[in-house]
């Protein structure tokens, strides 16, 4: 455990919030095993797992951190709690704690993004049982049927900027989109999508600009409400798929904000697409379906709950971005690094998302990941946010 990011939990303290292990904080014996620690400046001892995954947990640390990482790779809830030889809703407890952390961990991190190039799309998926199977009842009282995560994707870096778990709504699109502006430096990026309609009308609702209308005092009646205008460096083409008998014959594209000579000039600035393309988020729709078994096709681990697929991304979504190397960021070394042993040396250098986007120097590790402590101030304030589940 890292003592070096420890602070204070005790909000009547003066150093609330301020890491300081070796100056007013030091260690003061344990708690079954888990160190403590206390505050010189308020005399108050907490655990050392404060502010972290770990607390609270009454395992050792290496079964919950091989169970979390069981859940980020795909496995069921039921086969996570055979590995580690502990009860299906002992893995809830723990993946409620996991998923909040990670939750907090990637809005702290996600902060000021210079995203230049933005793929959108939607991943079905389903809650409860298919749309299908509901009865009239269930439809009208919105338990749950079809469940669509509405993905922001940065194809430079393969980071999920955003993401939204609802319905397949115009208010979704929204939400995914203001979810999107608020982590990132204020930078239009260059917008992709298939041909929904959603994208568009949402587009001009964050970042659109109110028509300037002239009132003529002499007219009557109430005032125009002004429409929303496109900026001049907005731009946003979508991928038109024409099919036949279920299967796509032909693809097409459609400019909608913007001129084609300024979509070009996007297209020839950007480090990945040569052309129009969603092939990068949908690449990663197949990720998101690997790394969380809630997604997966035809199996029993599917969602009973929408904010427990919620949960469950926030999980492995963190882990794919500061844990899990992407192969297609990697770059060689100018020379290989020996390894231990008789093994073939290194030539490759490990990148992760995270890494690729500037917000770390490393891959974490799972301990890592889950030990990392974001400001007590920051953590509450998400914590009261009530989850953006919609219906």
Partial sequence: ??????????????????????????????????????????????????????????????????????????????????????????????????????????????????????????????????????TTAEKVLALYGDAWVWIAFAPEWRLVGAFVVGKRAQENAHLLLKRLRAVTCGYIPFFTSDQLPHYAHALLQVY?????????????????????????????????????????????????????????????????????????????NLTCRQCNGRLSRKVLSFSKDPTWLEKHLWLSLAYYHFVLPHESLRYPFPKPHPTRGSGSPKKWQLVTPAMAAGLTDHVWTMEELLSYRVPPDFRNRLDQQVPDVTA
């Fill in 1 to 134: 455990m890292e003592f070096t990011t420890c602070y204070c939990p005790y909000p009547q303290c003066s150093h609330y919030g301020k890491r300081g292990f070796g100056v007013h904080l030091v260690c003061r014996g344990a708690d079954r095993g888990i160190p403590r620690l206390l505050c010189t400046m308020c005399h108050g001892t907490f655990s050392a797992r404060q502010g972290t995954a770990y607390f609270g947990i009454r395992v050792e640390e290496s079964n919950y951190t091989t169970a979390m990482r069981a859940l980020a790779e795909g496995n069921s809830l039921r086969g996570t709690g055979r590995i580690v030889d502990v009860d299906k809703d002992t893995i809830c407890t723990w993946l409620d704690q996991a998923g909040r952390h990670c939750r907090a961990v990637t809005a702290w991190l996600f902060d000021t993004l210079h995203i230049t190039e933005c793929q959108v799309d939607e991943l079905w998926s389903f809650v409860r049982k298919k749309e299908a199977h509901l």
């Fill in 208 to 284: 659109g600009m109110p028509e300037v209308l002239l009132h003529i005092p002499s007219k009557r009646g109430p005032k125009p409400k002004p429409k929303l205008l496109p900026p001049t460096d907005l731009h946003y083409a979508q991928v038109v798929k024409h099919r036949k008998g279920g299967r796509v014959v032909r693809v097409t594209t459609t400019i909608i904000f913007g001129s084609e000579e300024a979509v070009q000039h996007r297209l020839a600035a950007s480090t990945v697409s040569q052309t129009i393309n969603t092939s990068f988020v949908e690449r990663n």
